[in-house]
Nanobody, 126 residues
Framework: QVQLVESGGGLVQAGGSLRLSCAAS????????MGWFRQAPGKEREAVAA????????YYADSVKGRFTISRDNAKNTVYLQMNSLKPEDTAVYYC???????????????????WGQGTQVTVSS
């Protein structure tokens, strides 16, 4: 059973930074792509960033390019999302997700991700 546990969310002023972490357990972490998604009230869940199993390929939504950085530490079974220059429109629940198939990288493709964390709230005040 794959488990994903996010941490690092909170309240921050516009222009500030947060670093989200997602600790994974239950299978060989280094074999699977990982992603971060977010969902704001009244909106659909959207892909924010994704990273391949090796870390060699990444995806970013246009709205976060140049501000957010996804990374992974396979030795620690953890994926990170560094968020800088935060804006009020970044306010959402952020979810960590894991691909269901080893050695596959599907970027932002929602249906590729079979495992989800419980989410962590990020609130950016203006």
């Amino acid at each position: 059973q794959v488990q994903l546990v996010e941490s690092g969310g909170g309240l921050v002023q516009a222009g500030g930074s947060l670093r989200l972490s997602c600790a994974a357990s239950g299978r060989t972490f280094s074999s699977y792509a990982m992603g971060w998604f977010r969902q704001a009230p009244g909106k659909e869940r959207e892909a924010v960033a994704a990273i391949s199993w090796s870390g060699g390929s990444t995806y970013y939504a246009d709205s976060v390019k140049g501000r957010f950085t996804i990374s992974r530490d396979n030795a620690k079974n953890t994926v990170y999302l560094q968020m800088n220059s935060l804006k009020p429109e970044d306010t959402a629940v952020y979810y960590c997700a894991a691909d269901g198939v080893a050695w596959r990288y599907s970027g932002s493709y929602y249906d590729a991700y079979d495992y989800w964390g419980q989410g962590t709230q990020v609130t950016v005040s203006s």
